[in-house]
Every structure is written in structure tokens, then in C-alpha cells.
């Protein structure tokens, strides 16, 4: 429950907190992309909108009174970022209202990010590069900055004139993967583009008559923008090719209820991870002990390429804290001996895969094993 507390309410037979639970769970589960995580109190306060009883406005004031009182101490610290922004998600899924035009995708940034990146709403005025893990560190090549306002209204041009009339369902979701896919590509904002483009999206899926609300956003958020790089990145010297089968397979979940495995290590360029096997945690396994079985399985499962030194290095660090010590940066480089950026890299690492959760109230960046 503590984990996922939303999943009871997309099986509520009760539609009203069905979909409340749908929003949020999507909402949250989003934040992923960026490597976020929300605090437990917007849990319980999404939790007490979903019950019915606040209205989703009570909690924007519940929420902004909460971080009145209590401001970050750490620059570096998103958890305000990752409550806003769920909160704001949840209320535009919540919201019928929509309109398949650019100013309806600018809005959506602007609704997202007011009063948390300054850029809130506008298109950028710079040339970008990324560098993506699924890539082994390359970039996609993003829309160039001259342009993006002509290449957004552009591929709205083109989605409107496009009939879907006579296509089967595997040409449907072809065509989808590759209109989201461009439409993530042209990144016409400096950050939050794969959040604003998820509930973009979302709300057109539901004007061609898609529910898309199951748990796939939610629990695939980080597959979902591997599978826009994918989509976007051709290396002809290497024989890589973009492609869209990643985002269809994603799709097929999504909207057929499809259960086909979705796996970041997959779509690596390498193909180093293909044949990954997810129990294989080494030799040292059978001396971890009872009490670490839970943290080895997790660690066994995390979906993301990492080394036996890095495993081991997370074993030695719950080893050290176990589930009551709160720890941050300092005892993760104390512990393995990393230096400090990549020390911060295996708490993001951490973080986004569920292992760990962010404290509050025992001094900035710190976290405990869940």
C-alpha cells in the first residue's frame, strides 16, 4: 500500500474515485521521466481528493500552504516540483475539456510548470542536446530553434488531414506512435517535454475513443520516453535505425490491455543487455543472508544497465543502513568510496526504481531503504 496506493482505486467499481485514482496514479508515475518522486503528503492529500473529500482545487491550497511552511533546504532537492506538477496533471486527466491544437500543447506546459521553471509555457529559443542512457550517451537531434514553432503547427497540420478510416488496429497504433513520437521530437520547450506530451497525448487518445486508463503510464514512464529516443535515433555506421516498435508494444499495453514485457535493458543500443538475466545478482547471493533477500531481489530487478560493482555497492550500502537509518550523499561515498557525482547518480538510480525514499525533517538530501 505504502508503495502504490493508488492501484485499489483503478479497480474501484465506483467510477468517479476510479478515475480520480487513474489521474493521480498517472500523475505521480509520470515524475519518473525526471527521475522524481512525490512526497508521502501528497499521497495523503491525493488520496483524501480521490475519497471525495477535498476537491482537487482544496488540495492545489493544501499543497501550496504546506511548502509556505515548510521551503526547501536543498537547492537540488525536486520533491516540491514532483507534488506540484502531479497535482496539476491530475486536474487537467480530470478535466473533459480539450482542444487538438498547438496552443492546447503550450497551455499544458505552461498549466504544468508556472512558478517552477521560468520558461513555463514558452518555446525555446536555443539549440539542445541530451545525453540519453538507452544511447549509450548520444543525443537525439531535437527540432532546431528557428523552427519549432513552424514544425509544431506543421505535424498538427498533418494529424488533422490524417484519416484513421479503414485502418486495423495495428496500423492505428503504428500511426500514433509515430505522431507522438514526432511530436516529442520537435521538444519545442527547454524542460518537462516528455510530461507535457504524455498528457497532450492522453487527452487526444480519449477524443478518438481510447479509455487509456489502466496503469501503463504510471508504471512505464521512464520505458515511454526510451521508447521516444528510440523512435527518434539512427546510427547507420552502427546499423541502428529509429523505430517505433517500442512505443507500439507500449501503445498495445495501453490501450488493448495488451501484456507484452516492457523492458528498458531492450532498447539499449548495444544490444549488450538483451539477454540480461534479471535474477543473475552474482556469487556473493548466498551470503547476503535472509534479512537481505528483499533488497537483492530489488536490486535483481532493477531495469536499468548497471554493473556488478554498482550492485555491489548498493548491497554494501543497505547492508550498512538497513531500513532504519536515514543516510544521504555523504555516507553513500563513506560506504563505497564513490566520488560525489556518481554517489548522486546511484541515489537518482535508487530513487527511480522504488529502492529508496526521500525524508523529511532530518536535514536536506536525505533517504532511508523502503
Known amino acids: 500500500m505504502e508503495q502504490d496506493p493508488f492501484k485499489e482505486y483503478i479497480k474501484e467499481t465506483e467510477p468517479e474515485k476510479r478515475d480520480k485514482g487513474y ?30 473529500d477535498i476537491s482537487i482545487d482544496e488540495a ?156 501503463i503510464f504510471a508504471e512505464h514512464a521512464w520505458y515511454f520516453r526510451n521508447a521516444l529516443v528510440r523512435a527518434n535515433y539512427t546510427d547507420l555506421k552502427n546499423g541502428v535505425h529509429e523505430t517505433t516498435e517500442y512505443l507500439e508494444l507500449f501503445l498495445k499495453n495501453l490501450l488493448l490491455n495488451e501484456e507484452n514485457e516492457l523492458h528498458n535493458r531492450t532498447m539499449h543500443v548495444s544490444g549488450k543487455f538483451n539477454n540480461l538475466q534479471k535474477a543473475n545478482i552474482g556469487e556473493g547471493k548466498a551470503d547476503i543472508g535472509e534479512e537481505k533477500a528483499d533488497i537483492a531481489i530489488k536490486i535483481a530487478n532493477i531495469d536499468e544497465a548497471i554493473n556488478s560493482k554498482t550492485r555491489s555497492n548498493i548491497l554494501a550500502l543497505y547492508q550498512h543502513c538497513g531500513k532504519e537509518t536515514f543516510f544521504g550523499r555523504t555516507v553513500v561515498e563513506s560506504v563505497t568510496g564513490l566520488k560525489s557525482t556518481r554517489a548522486s547518480e546511484v541515489l537518482q538510480l535508487l530513487l527511480r526504481n522504488n529502492i529508496i525514499e526521500k525524508v523529511q525533517g532530518h536535514g536536506k538530501g536525505k533517504y532511508r531503504f523502503l
Request: no cysteine; hydrophobic share 35%; proline share 2%.
Open 23 to 52: 489521474a493521480w496514479h498517472t500523475a505521480i508515475g509520470l515524475q519518473a521521466v525526471d527521475g522524481l518522486r512525490p512526497s508521502k503528503y501528497l499521497i495523503e492529500t491525493a488520496i483524501k481528493n480521490i475519497e471525495g
Open 60 to 215: 492545489g491550497e493544501l499543497l501550496n500552504s504546506y511548502y509556505k511552511e515548510n521551503p526547501k533546504s536543498d537547492e537540488t532537492d525536486r520533491t516540491e516540483e514532483a507534488d506540484k506538477v502531479s497535482l496539476r496533471i491530475a486536474k487537467i486527466l480530470s478535466e473533459k475539456a480539450f482542444s487538438f491544437t498547438p496552443n492546447e500543447y503550450i497551455s499544458i506546459h505552461r498549466k504544468l510548470f508556472t512558478g517552477i521553471y521560468r520558461h513555463a509555457g514558452r518555446i525555446r529559443d536555443y539549440n539542445i542536446t541530451k545525453k540519453e542512457w538507452v544511447l549509450n550517451g548520444a543525443t537525439v537531434l531535437y527540432g532546431s530553434a528557428s523552427e519549432l514553432r513552424a514544425t509544431l503547427e506543421y505535424d498538427f497540420s498533418e494529424e488533422k488531414k490524417f484519416s484513421y478510416k479503414n485502418l486495423n488496429m495495428d496500423q492505428i497504433i503504428r500511426h500514433l506512435a509515430v505522431f507522438v513520437s514526432r511530436l516529442w521530437q520537435i521538444h519545442i520547450f527547454a524542460e518537462g517535454n516528455t510530461r507535457t506530451t504524455a498528457v497532450f497525448f492522453i487527452k487526444y487518445l480519449r477524443t478518438l475513443g481510447f479509455d487509456a486508463t489502466n496503469d
